[in-house]
């Protein structure tokens, strides 16, 4: 009489075993798409280099006594700000317009994750567009200082506060709006033309010019470029960003959730 041995059954794994990425892995991964592609080294390559020409221009032609460090630090924010939405609406909508959603969504099933990833990356990528701005300002007044130029480093702590506000408000509601629309050209001018458009019939239309003070992002992120904001400059800004961060956000967050991966 033979016996015939039957190998024992293997359970099956359970999906709970199966560990998923942290919110700090998946944002990693974030960071490193921001270079992964052509057009997100070159962006980030070219806001580097736009900070440094402008610093270099006020060595050659700013008056002596204005080549400080407040006077480098501020004027070298301005095109990052410029530039920070676009690499924002890059890396969100990058997913489908490289056709890796499917892939990405596929490891990750729960979409909130990622997208908290991304807006967590362009946080750290607007932190350290400001590191930047520092090191770029400390250059141009070590230069000016060198050279006969006032070279004074004076400079008040709330500025460093209200540049941080500003380019992070500036890179997430350039993710805003590539939520939304989930479309790399579409995003860059609905960004671009729709707060220009409302800046310019604020100015012309008179009923729209007390409103305009308080949606303008134009207006209402100027005072963050002093270091006295009042509580009312604050409450502008604030509402400006519910319009044009928030809402956007959370329906484009909404139709992100939805859209079906194909």
């Known amino acids: ?13 359970r999906r709970s075993d199966v560990r998923r990425p942290s919110l700090l892995r998946l944002t990693g991964v974030e960071l490193r798409k921001l270079v992964d592609t052509r057009a997100g080294l070159w962006l980030l390559i070219t806001i580097g280099l736009s900070a440094a020409v402008i610093a270099v221009v006020q060595l050659i032609w700013t008056p002596d006594a204005e080549q400080t460090f407040a006077n480098f630090f501020l004027p070298s924010m301005l095109p990052i700000g410029l530039l920070l939405p676009v690499l924002g609406i890059l890396s969100v ?12 969504y596929a490891l990750v099933p729960r979409r909130g994750r990622v997208v908290a990833a991304k807006l967590a990356a362009m946080v750290l990528a607007a932190l350290a567009s400001v590191l930047v701005s520092l090191g770029v300002a400390a250059v141009g007044t070590l230069v000016a200082g060198a050279t006969g130029g006032a070279g004074t480093w004076r400079f008040e702590a709330s500025l460093l506060l209200h540049a941080v506000v500003l380019q992070v408000a500036n890179v997430l509601m350039g993710a805003a709006f590539g939520l939304l629309l989930l479309n790399t050209p579409l995003a860059i001018v609905g960004f671009l033309l729709l707060p220009t458009l409302w800046t310019i019939l604020g100015g012309m239309i008179r009923p729209l010019r007390e409103p305009a003070g308080w949606l303008d992002t134009g207006r209402t992120m100027e005072p963050l470029l002093t270091p006295d904001v009042t509580a ?3 409450a502008r800004f604030a509402v400006s960003l519910l319009v044009w961060l928030v ?8 139709r992100t959730l939805r859209r079906e991966v194909s």
């Open 93 to 104: 909508t990058g997913e489908w317009s490289q056709r890796t959603a499917l892939t990405t």
């Open 232 to 234: 009312d400059q604050w």
């Open 247 to 254: 809402v956007p956000l959370v329906a484009g967050l909404v």
């Open 1 to 13: 009489m033979t016996t015939t041995a039957t190998p024992p059954a293997v359970a099956p794994r």
